[in-house]
């Protein structure tokens, strides 16, 4: 796979990830080492008791980092993950932003935080990646 030159192109190759693409995730930016994704909430985004399902936040997280570290060199996948939920969905909208902190020569560690549209933070990440050859 070439590097992809535009939005759209990024756009394109992640369509492939469908899990989070049929699940509402869209690319709104990127950039090296750093993926800006969001989601409009609905109802089948909620748990039993109405509250934004904790695996939505995680997907969001996983997408963005993936889109980050993959848009221009795609061989890079989770290695270990961990998630803090911080807050409940005030707004509508969910968007996660990656960024790089460290790229090494065979592993990469990114933040990502999540919030909503109302500027609460839903849940922090943190995730390993491991760079295939």
């Known amino acids: ?4 030159n535009s939005l759209e ?3 394109e190759f992640f369509s492939n990830d469908r ?3 049929e699940n509402g995730a869209v690319i709104e930016d990127y950039k090296k080492g750093y ?3 969001s989601l409009k909430v ?3 985004h909620r748990n039993a008791l109405g509250a934004l399902m904790g695996g939505v936040s995680f997907m969001l997280v996983d997408f963005a980092v993936a889109v980050a570290s993959n848009w221009d060199e ?3 996948v989770s290695l270990s993950s961990n998630i803090t939920f911080c ?3 005030k707004g509508e909208t969910v968007t996660a932003e990656a960024r790089c902190i460290k790229e090494g020569r065979s592993t990469t ?3 990502v935080n999540v919030t909503d549209d109302a500027g609460t933070l839903i849940a922090y990440a943190t995730i390993n990646g491991f760079k295939k050859s």
Do not use: H, I, K, Q
């Open 35 to 37: 993926a800006r994704c």
């Open 87 to 89: 807050g409940t969905l």
């Open 9 to 11: 192109e990024v756009r």
């Open 42 to 44: 609905t109802d089948r």
């Open 74 to 76: 795609p061989n890079t």
């Open 1 to 4: 796979m070439p590097r992809c």
């Open 19 to 21: 899990f989070a693409t």
């Open 109 to 111: 560690l990114y933040s």
